[in-house]
Every structure is written in C-alpha cells, then in structure tokens.
C-alpha cells in the first residue's frame, strides 16, 4: 500500500497560480501511475491529470490542458500539479491517487479519461477554491 500526503491548496482569485504536491511513502518500488482528481460539491470526482513515474508520460482532463502541469520529484517520491489561470470552476477539493504495478500510463484510461476506478491508494484531499 501506498500512503499519500496533500499539499498546497488554497483560495486565490481567478487568473491565479497554485501549486498542489502530493508525497508518496511506503511501497513506492514499483512503476505507478499517479493522479490528480478533483470533486467539486455534489458532483463526481473526475480525472484531473496523471503521470507514469516510470515513463514520465502524462495525460490531462481537456478541461485543464495548457494550464495545469503535472510533473514529479522522483528522488522526493513526490509529484506536483502546477495549476496557471485558475477559474471558478476549478474550485474543488483536489486527491492524489496513485497505483502500483502499472507499466503504462493507458491502463488507467477508460474511454481516454483518467479513471478514478483504476486508483486503490488515496490521500486525504486538499481544498482549491477560486474566487471570481
């Protein structure tokens, strides 16, 4: 099991940056994919980004493509989403995800979305909420 700690949310106005980091211990020896996904109230939680650690390779949600970043600290078992001209509607709690034993970055995919089906480990959110 992977245990995984939040980071850096925050309230910031539209057009603003945050950056969310989000460290993994435990039993990090294998590949993982690891994810951002956000559940704003009352609705699903929804793929945000994700990173093969191995790989490097990523994927985003088209709603956040050219304006958030996700990338990682391999060294610090850590990842990152820099999040640039936030909106009101990125306003959510934001999770990290992450699952073992994933050697590409397409079996986390359902119908080209990052699924939070496909995510075991958890950790325990991070509040970004922009103002207009």
């Known amino acids: 099991q992977v245990q995984l700690v939040e980071s850096g949310g925050g309230s910031v106005q539209a057009g603003g940056s945050l950056r969310l980091s989000c460290a993994a211990s435990?039993?990090?020896?294998?590949?993982?994919?690891m994810g951002w996904f956000r559940q704003p109230p009352g609705k699903e939680r929804e793929g945000v980004a994700a990173?093969?650690?191995?790989?490097?390779?990523?994927r985003y949600a088209d709603s956040v493509k050219g304006r958030f970043t996700i990338s990682q600290d391999n060294a610090k078992n850590t990842i990152y989403l820099q999040m640039d001209n936030l909106k009101p509607e990125d306003t959510a709690m934001y999770y990290c995800a992450a699952r073992k034993w994933c050697f590409t970055l397409q079996s986390v995919l359902r119908d080209g979305v990052v699924s939070p089906t496909e995510f075991p480990d958890w950790g325990q959110g991070t509040q970004v909420t922009v103002s207009s």
């Open positions: 435990g039993d990090t020896r294998s590949s993982m994919c």
């Open positions: 990173i093969h650690t191995g790989a490097d390779d990523t």
